[in-house]
């Protein structure tokens, strides 16, 4: 009796707050379609920035979740509200929401696949509070879930959270070790425009721990992808980064070559600002190698360069 008693007061709101947000409700809506409706219903408000109104219909959403017992609604409505007061830079109450929804929820339940997702976005809370320690934490507890639950996707977001932690912490071998995974990612999702760039970095994170013939193996890899499938842009910011590893351990002959290669790609590309430094680049290692002359020239022509789309940008403006 008791517990016919709750279901008609649990209906009875669901009713009322139908009538009162325009919700479209009737007798064959399932409880599960009523709490999604409800939810559709806060994000409208939610991209609309109307941040009061959707975390008022979302904690109502709420209620009805936990009237009902339903731990995914529960938690899907604690990890929106989090991301609404964080939105508003409400960082305290948006942790407090995500903390919330992470409680109760065990490994066998339906709940446990959004896990991650809100341990993700505790991480960025953490990012956004300059707390980086706490965020990554955070991001690692995560991974490990995200395989788990087979979220390639959500797994690869975490991965490129942990990255920026790691570079920003200076932690070469590390983030070298998250890159390699996050390659193997993208290998298996055939995103060779990402494959191409993690390539790249993971040369940078070389060239940064002094083992240069890895980092040059790397950047030639990453070279290779994108002169095939013609991204220019890209193709020479391999060549600067190369040149400069090159200069750094003192190969000014390799160093001026592949100078030379991204100066002619910013030509073609009409990219005045990475040409404008592909020749102050040059102009330091013919300075290095005692050509002087040629050294002047190319830096006036840097400087030209740069003076003329420096007045080209403030013009624009």
């Keep these: 009796m008791l517990l016919t008693n709750h279901i008609i007061t649990v209906a009875l709101f669901l009713l ?4 009162n947000t325009n919700i479209f409700c009737d007798e ?13 219903k806060g994000q409208e408000e939610f991209k609309a920035n109307n941040y ?8 109502k959403g709420l209620e009805f979740a936990q009237d009902l017992k339903d731990k995914s609604g529960i938690l899907i409505f604690q990890n929106h ?3 609404a007061y964080g939105d508003q830079k409400k960082y305290k109450q ?3 929401f995500f903390k919330q929804a992470m409680k109760n929820c065990n490994v066998n339940e339906d709940c446990y696949n959004r896990i991650p997702i809100v341990l993700n976005n505790l991480g960025a809370t953490y990012i956004n509070l300059g707390q980086n320690k706490i965020a990554l934490r955070y991001y690692l507890e995560a991974l490990p879930i995200s395989r788990k639950i087979n979220n390639i996707n959500l797994e690869k977001d ?8 790691y570079s920003e912490q200076k932690e070469y071998r590390k983030l070298i070790e998250c890159f390699m995974q996050l390659l193997e990612i993208y290998r298996k999702m055939k995103d060779v425009n990402n494959e191409a760039s993690i390539l790249h970095h993971i040369g940078i994170a070389y060239s940064n721990i002094a083992e240069s013939n890895k980092a040059i193996n790397y950047f030639k890899l990453s070279i290779e992808i994108n002169r095939s499938n013609k991204k220019l842009y890209n193709l020479q910011g391999n060549y600067l980064d190369l040149g400069l590893l090159y200069e750094k351990i003192s190969h000014y002959k390799q160093a001026l070559v592949y100078y030379k290669k991204a100066l002619h790609i910013n030509k073609k590309i009409k990219n005045k600002h990475d040409e404008a430094y592909a020749l102050y680049l040059i102009s330091g290692i013919l300075n290095e190698m005692g050509k002087y002359k040629e050294a002047l020239e190319n830096l006036q022509k840097s400087l030209s360069i740069n003076r ?4 080209n940008t403030f013009r624009k403006k």
């Design 16 to 19: 009322l707050f139908c009538l």
């Design 28 to 40: 064959t809506n399932s409880y599960k379609s009523f709490l999604h409706q409800v939810w559709l």
């Design 52 to 59: 009061k109104d959707a975390i008022a219909i979302w904690k």
């Design 81 to 83: 509200i989090g991301i």
């Design 94 to 96: 948006a942790i407090k």
């Design 158 to 165: 975490v991965l490129n959270e942990i990255a920026s932690i």
């Design 308 to 311: 003329e789309f420096n007045n």
